[in-house]
């Protein structure tokens, strides 16, 4: 489903040295496969979501995604893909403060083709999911860190993704919350047979997943 190849990834900023993150990652993710992501901070995992995504762009290497080659799409294929394949969880979120949470969730919908209906019941469900039905109408910048991770988690299951990339999803939430948000990321991957990318410090979740990747050194082990 997901197949990374000898992947790259250097930076070079104004005047400095160059900056190898990523030095040749090899990693093949089958659909339907939850994986936990692992590696101690400025690893690059961030940075290897990024890429997955197409928010970013490689140095060199292949990323393929179904059989297509996201390393080789222009930036209108790389939104469509995005559009309709990938549900991206930031580690810092990445809300809309102007919005509500509600318009939040909503937002990626109004992107495809959903009916308006449907895509007000696809929201209320993940609202309830995410325990926020009463947050509804708040603009997010005046929910706490917790919460905004919560729905940040929702705007990413809305058009039930292929993919999913979750960039330390559980990192500001406590035990019980952490524990809503991974099931409801597991029940969902499961359910739509999707496969789930997890950045995690979290070893007491480790046992979730069907394996466990670490960056290290600029490589996936
Ligand atoms: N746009 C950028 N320009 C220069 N360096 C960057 C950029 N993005 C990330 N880096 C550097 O790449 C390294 C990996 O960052 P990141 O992927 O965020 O690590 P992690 O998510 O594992 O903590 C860090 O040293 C970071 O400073
Ligand atoms: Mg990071």
Redesign the pocket.
Known sequence: MLEIKDLC?S???HNSKQ?D?LSNVNLNIPGGAIVALK????????????LISGL?VVSSGQITFFNESVTSMNINQLSRFRKLNIGMIF?FFNLINDLTVYENILLPLLLTKVNKKDAHNRVMELLDNIGLAHRKDFKTNLLSGGESQRVATARALIINPRLILA??PTGNLDKDNANLILDLLIDTSRKNNSSLII?THNDNIINRFDKVYT?KDGTVN
Not at 39 to 50: A, D, R, Y
């Open positions: 990834k930076y070079r900023e900056i993150v590696g101690i901070s400025g690893s690059g995992k961030s940075t290897l979501l990024n970013d580690q960039d330390e950045v960056l």
